[in-house]
Structures are given as C-alpha cells and as structure tokens.
C-alpha cells in the first residue's frame, strides 16, 4: 500500500488513497495513526510527503517521522511541493495557494491552471500581505479574478476582503490525498530528500543572521546578483546597463548587504545638485521581514552626512506600497506629493523627502 503524509502545518495530515484522509491534531500523531489504523509497516511500499513550504518544525517533525518509518525497510520517500498538493484539487484560473509564514507574511506561489495543464508563473516566495495586494495590483491587467485559498489566505481574510481581494473555499484538508493524484501523473518530486524545503529559517537562525548582516560598497562582480534581486522584487526591472552605469558614476552611492557572502540587499541613489536621489532599494525576498532595508537605509543616510553640499535626500514608491511608506517615515522621510504616471501601466507614485 501507499501512504500520503502531510506536514506543512502543525496539524498534520495522513491519507490512505485520493479520498480517505485522516486530519491529526499534531503532526507527530502520524504514527499513532497509522498504528490505530492497524496498518503494518512492512505493508507500506511508498511514502508520498509534502516537504514544503510549509511550517518550519512541522516539516521537520514530517520528514523525520517519515524517515523513521521507511528506511529500516528500505520503502522510499517521494516528496512534492506542498503548493503543486494544494493546486492539484483547485479549479481553473489564475490560483494564488497560500502558506502562512509568520504574521501578515505568508509563502506563495502563482500558477495559471486550464483543464489541459497547470503553468507555473512564480513559486516558492515570501510576500508580507501587503507586499502580495501590491503584486496583485500592479498585474491587475494580467489577473483577472485571482484565486486566493489556503491557511495563509484565512489568516489574513479580513486584510485581504478589506482590500477588495475574495478568499476561494478550496480546502486545505485535501493536502495528503492530492499526493496520491500527483503520484499517479508523475509530477516533479524529489526521492528520499535529506531535508525540508525552508523558505524561511526559524525564529532562532533569524535573531542570529539579523546580527551577521555586512553593509559594503558594491563590485562590479555583484551586479549579476542584484539582477537576480531585482528580477524577482520589480515588475519593471531595471537592465544590467542601468546598474553597470550608476556603478561607474563617482556621484553615486552604491551598497549591499551581504550575508554569508551573499548579497541579500542593495542601494543606489545619485546626486542631483544640492539633492540626492535614491533610486533603487530592494532585499531579497527570502530575507524581508528581518530589518535588512531599514539597516541598509540607516546606514546610507548616516553616509549621505559626510557630504556637506546634500541637503536632502528624495525617493519614489509606488502609491499602493503602504509598507515601504510606513519603512520611510519611520526613519524621518515625508510625504511631498504624487508624480503621475511615473511607473509603467500609468500608475502613480510617493515622493517622499529627508532633509540632510
């Protein structure tokens, strides 16, 4: 027999086929479960388990009871993405799974299903709730009646209903029995893996990697993972020309955070005059929510200091972007008006000010 496993929640979950699914008060309940259903190991010939995204202990917790099961006998683990589970019993449009992550954070994919196949658009990223309505909104030409479902999604129904964004009844209770129907259609899964998926580390690795951030000047050698940055974060992002060009400019300030000898976030901005321009900001999806732009921010105004012939410091973001309003003036940016149409598709954008 084939047993289905999943874990990207604490409550956990375990299936016999695509219809039986027995939902657990905890994840490690798993093997109590299957000794109250009087199954006998050496009956089971697959594993099938979501390894993630999913809640970090939980998945742990999964996969090592799972583990524990198949390698005395040598039955092997196949594992899938807990969001192809999720989308596999959802209907048909633009489907936005959601995971919650921590609070207003959630992991989330995007996948654009018909009745002949499932194309994935982005899979696997971290979008703070607010980060996630911008996208939604930014592509609104693009998405038409999104699907939003999942734990992720009733965690934040009241936020997302407020915005004007519905939440669909697709139902999460089905995660297991879906892996028998992957299964069956050979999706993508990983055979054995020696550990979860983790788009977000815990709580504990996060105190600590806050700590270890390095701030530094760019190199030219960084800029291709910027681009890889920027891709990711920007609807319109900016070519390797634009940042090969401010990198050589003597009237720039160009810095990174690095983290591990990773660049996980960058800064750029130029001298206009009596003024400074910050024209570009972002951090690596994987890493937001952790204070990495508000150390990058503080660190470039601290510079913007030495500079006497600066008296203030201006930026643009985008009207919907009520985060990065809120990241500015915390840190003593203003409010100066609304530049009309200055992003692709017409939409507007903040002008905000310091003075230096």
Not at 216 to 221: G, K, L, P
């Amino acid at each position: 027999m084939i047993i289905g496993i999943d874990c990207s929640s604490k409550e956990g979950g375990l299936a016999t086929d695509e219809k039986t699914f027995y939902l657990l008060q905890w994840v490690e309940d798993i093997t109590a479960k299957i000794d109250e259903l009087g199954i006998d190991i050496k009956d089971i010939e697959k594993i099938l388990i979501t390894y993630g995204p999913g809640s970090f202990t939980s998945l742990r917790i999964g996969l090592v009871t799972a583990q524990g099961l198949a390698f005395p006998l040598n039955i092997p683990i196949l594992a899938y993405s807990t969001f192809l589970a999720m989308v596999e019993d959802a209907p048909c449009g633009d489907l936005f799974p959601l995971i919650p992550a921590r609070s207003k954070v959630v992991y989330a994919s995007y996948y654009r299903k018909t009745k002949e196949d499932v194309k994935e658009v982005f899979k696997n990223r971290i979008f703070s709730i607010d980060e996630l309505i911008s996208y939604l909104d930014v592509n609104s030409d693009d998405i038409k009646g999104p699907i939003i479902f999942g734990e992720g999604a009733e965690k934040n129904r009241d936020f997302l209903n407020k915005k004007g964004y519905s939440i669909s009844s697709c139902s999460n209770n089905s995660i297991a029995c879906s892996l028998f129907k992957l299964y069956k259609k050979n999706a993508d899964c990983i055979i054995n893996p020696e550990g979860p998926l983790y788009l977000s580390s815990s709580a504990a690795i996060r105190k600590r990697n806050e700590a270890e951030i390095e701030i530094r000047e760019m190199t030219e050698a960084d800029i291709n993972d910027i681009l890889e940055i920027e891709k990711d974060v920007f609807p319109n992002p900016w070519p390797y020309e634009m940042f090969y060009t401010h990198f050589l400019s003597d009237t720039c300030i160009k810095v990174v955070a690095v983290l591990y000898g990773n660049v996980v976030a960058y800064l750029i901005g130029c001298q206009e005059d009596s003024k400074f321009h910050l024209s570009n900001i972002a951090v690596s999806r994987m890493h937001w929510r952790k204070g990495f732009g508000t150390k990058l921010l503080s660190y470039f105004l601290e510079k913007l200091t030495e500079n006497p012939g600066i008296s203030s410091c201006y930026l643009e973001h985008r009207v919907k972007n009520e985060a990065a309003f809120e990241l500015y003036k915390s840190l003593g940016f203003t409010y100066r008006g609304i530049k009309k149409d200055y992003y692709k598709k017409g939409e507007d954008a903040v002008v905000m000010e310091i003075k230096c």
